[in-house]
Every structure is written in C-alpha cells, then in structure tokens.
C-alpha cells in the first residue's frame, strides 16, 4: 500500500495570508523602522534635554538672583551719623515727625545701590521712648545701624562705650581710635556736620568722612530766638571743632535759595543718590519736591528769611512721615 501522501500545503485562508503577507513587509522593513524609532527616541531625549537645559538655565537665573539679593550690597565706605542730641529742643509733635524721618532715612538706604554705614547718636529721652513704642522697638533690628546713648564725641573719645540697650551691631567695627590729641584731629577731620547754615559747600562726598545730619525738626522755630544759639547744628559744630558744610541747592536748582533747610531723611536721600550718580544736580532734583520749583512760589527765587514759612519745611515725606508713625 502506499504509504499516505504528505499532506500539500494547506492552502491559506484569506486571512491568514494577508497576515502572511504582512508579516514578510514588516520583516523586510524592519530595520528601517527600528532605526526611524531609534532616531525619534534620540530626538525626543534632544528636546528633553534642551528644555532641561532651559528651565535650568532659569533656576540658576533665580539662584544668582537670590545670591545677589543675599550678597551685601556694593559700599560706599562713607558713613552718615545722625545726631539725636536735640531731643529736649523738641514738642512731642517734632520728637514723631523726627522718629519718622528717621524710618524713611533707614528704608531709603536699604533699598540703596550703595548704602552707607549709619549711626544715630546720642539716643535719649523722648526721642528713644518713641523708638522703643514704636512696632515693638523695631529700630533695633534695622540693619547696618548703630544706636549710641552717646554723642558722636565718642568717636575720637576711643573709649569702649555702651551700645543702646540690645542694638549691638556687630557688622561694623569699633571704633577704638587712639586717645591722642593727633588722632582726635585726624578723627575730627574727617567729619563734616551738614547744615543749611554753612558758609561752605559740599562739593562730594568722600568714602573715608563721616557726614553729620543734625536729628532735629524744629520748623526753624530756632531762628526767631534772640539768642546766640539760633543757628542750633552749625553752633554745636563750631564748639565740637567739627567742618561744617551745606547741600550745594543754591549752585544747581534755579529758584531756590542756598539756605534751603531740608528734613533729615531728604538730605540723606540726596547723599545717596549722589553716591549712585555723582552729579548734585540730578541728585537735587530727584528728592526736592517738584512744588519748591513752581515760580513766584514760597520762597522761590529768594534768599531764605530768616524764619522759613512752616510749610517750606514740611516737606512731601514729612508731611506723609506726621500721619504715620515711625
Ligand atoms: N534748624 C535746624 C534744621 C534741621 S533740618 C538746624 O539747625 O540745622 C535737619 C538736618 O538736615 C539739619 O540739621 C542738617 O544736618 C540737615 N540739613 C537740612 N537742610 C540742609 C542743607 N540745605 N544743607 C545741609 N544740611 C542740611
């Protein structure tokens, strides 16, 4: 008998050899293929990493800005000290108009490109009690400033003095000059006491020099007294052996006298601003309020008299600083 024929190759359904056919297609292109999908992983991973890069890239922008935020802002190196020993010249009205002065001098140096290193001197009596009322002594924790109880004498004094109570501030050094009478000279050079009352001018300010600004507002009640003592900062000066110096207002702002007398925070503005720009001009202008230029106005044009009209004094800062509390 025969042995069975080996069954012929089933013939394929339909189906089955379209997939047949398939299958070979994909067999021969698969190469092809495995290399397209290799090319698109690649691609993917190239944009990935490029947006990676970028966001990245904005990370270290954040991070260099924080760093810049956090680093100590560039120095001029002058100092500015704030003479507060005019306390007992003051109405309590003053004393709160000065202690706000006072918070815009502090804000407008820390917002400063180049702040100076500030101290207030000679802090006591109704002056400090304001300070101390005011948001929880915050002024203690104001940055770059030291409070003294003493006067500025204590900068050619060398003796280690007290700091006000729990306002140490370690950041500047201490300064332990030498008890000689050279060194006293050397010390006492190097101050300038500003006062609307100087013969002389500021011309610039100087990085080694420490700038005296007269802690008072008195609205030049001072003025009217018959008494010697009426010309209050540039007298003190005088009798401490302190140059004294005025803002040179009269030399750049047409319309306004040389005498202008400025509020506390106005003429540390103007000093940083000078730091910032050196031209007095642009420095002037940026704090005065534009209304001490309006022609045929108070003042405008004429020397200071003698007794400034209050609101020639009162100043857009002040005016904002007596509604607030320091
Ligand atoms: N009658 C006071 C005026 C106080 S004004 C006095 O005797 O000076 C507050 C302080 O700002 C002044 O003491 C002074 O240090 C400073 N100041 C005001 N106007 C000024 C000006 N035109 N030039 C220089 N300093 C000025």
Redesign the pocket.
């Known amino acids: 008998m025969d042995s069975p024929a080996a069954p012929a190759t089933p013939a394929l359904s339909k189906s089955a050899q379209k997939r047949a056919e398939k299958a070979e297609r994909l067999a021969a292109t698969k190469i092809e293929r495995r290399a397209k999908e290799k090319a698109a992983r690649k691609e993917k991973r190239r944009i990935k990493a490029e947006k990676r890069a970028a966001s990245e890239l904005d990370s270290a922008d954040e991070a260099e800005k924080e760093r810049k935020k956090k680093k100590p802002k560039l120095e001029f190196g002058g100092r500015v000290l704030i003479d507060l020993g005019f306390d007992v010249k003051m109405f309590d009205k003053e004393i709160n108009s000065l202690c706000s002065q006072l918070a815009y001098t502090y804000s407008a140096n820390r917002q400063a490109s180049y702040p100076f290193s500030l101290i207030c001197s000679s802090v006591n009596g109704r002056t400090r009690d304001r300070l101390e009322a005011t948001s929880d002594a915050a002024y203690k924790r104001w940055i770059n400033t030291e409070w003294w109880e003493e006067g500025y004498e204590r900068l050619w004094s060398g003796n280690a003095l007290s700091t006000a109570p729990g306002t140490e501030n370690e950041d500047m050094p201490r300064n332990s000059c030498p008890e000689t009478e050279d060194g006293t000279e050397n010390i006492k050079r190097s101050m300038v006491?500003?006062?609307?009352?100087?013969e002389e001018e500021?011309t610039e300010l100087l990085p080694h020099e420490i700038y005296?600004?007269?802690?008072?507002?008195?609205r030049?009640r001072?003025?009217n007294l018959p008494d010697l003592s009426k010309?209050?900062?540039?007298d003190k000066a005088k009798e401490s052996g302190i140059r004294t110096?005025?803002?040179p207002?009269g030399r750049y702002l047409e319309n306004l006298p040389t005498?202008?007398?400025?509020?506390?925070n106005?003429?540390f503005e103007i000093m940083l601003k000078w730091v910032e720009t050196r031209d007095w001009e642009t420095s002037l202008y940026a704090v005065i309020p534009k209304r001490k230029f309006l022609p045929g106005g108070k003042n405008g044009g004429k020397e200071d008299s003698a007794v400034a009209p209050e609101e020639d004094?009162l100043t857009r800062n002040e005016a904002a600083a007596e509604s607030e509390a320091c």
Do not use: E, H
């Not at 006491?193 to 100087?198: E, G, I, K």
């Not at 005296?212 to 008195?218: F, T, W």
């Not at 010309?231 to 540039?234: A, K, R």
């Open positions: 006491y500003l006062t609307a009352d100087s500021l005296i600004i007269g802690g008072i507002v008195d030049n001072f003025k010309n209050l900062c540039l110096a005025c803002l207002i005498r202008k007398v400025l509020t506390v106005q003429v004094v």
